[in-house]
């Protein structure tokens, strides 16, 4: 009988942890202040313009890519005389000898997070009105889609749009997307700046802390069965 109701224990937790992957709780934030938890930037501004930025910052647990392959570089946006949330780089998808034109750019986690944002741009609507607002969505393991905030764009070419959120479950692949295209022939991309995420956990201090959890256990049962 004690058997079966952990059983049913069992099973209502692992119902309210299903439901949660397709109904997660997404927090739209204000800026990097905003974040709970301690977290990670990836500024881009220590390499050379076009250096492929897919790989940079992996040993944080952070790798880029675009949604259909490709590399992702470094980008002098400061050399074009356009501001960014800090000098001198960005990363954006451009089109050019070695890399791949995207309207959106795939950040990639080691572990799951629940928290990430950057400063978008490449907007241009002071030209031609192309891209009207950014677009963040996270995505769990299974690839399935557990939220997304939109940010309307100021249209000043600039890097300096926050876009960010928090999720009530963790993901492992966060979008940043140029949305609301009106100019199809336009060649614009994808761009961010000063990428922050929650700490990805390091494979040694999750096993650490399993490996406590499991001590932990045990010695209650221990306990438990010497009452």
Known sequence: MVALRHLVVVVVIAGFVLAGVSNAAVLQLSGPGAFITPNSAANYDAWPELTVANN?????????SLPAGGNVPVYDWAGL????????NV??????PGF?????????FAAPITEVGAYMGNDQGVYDGSFRDFT?????????LL??????????????????????????RARFENTDWVTANQGL??????LTFSNVPEPTGLAAALLAATAILRRRRRAGQGC
Request: hydrophobic share 40%; net charge negative; glycine share 6%.
């Open 91 to 96: 990363v954006a998808a451009v089109g050019m």
């Open 100 to 108: 791949n034109y995207s309207s959106a750019i795939d950040a990639n």
């Open 136 to 144: 963040l969505s996270v995505f769990d393991a299974s690839n399935t």
């Open 81 to 88: 005389g356009r501001a960014t949330s800090s000098a001198p």
């Open 189 to 194: 991309s994808a761009t961010f700046d000063d």
């Open 147 to 172: 939220g997304s905030v939109t940010v309307v764009a100021n249209q000043n070419t600039s890097v300096d749009q926050f876009v960010g959120l928090r999720s009530s479950v963790p993901f492992v």
């Open 56 to 64: 940079l910052y992996s040993a944080q647990g952070l790798t880029l």
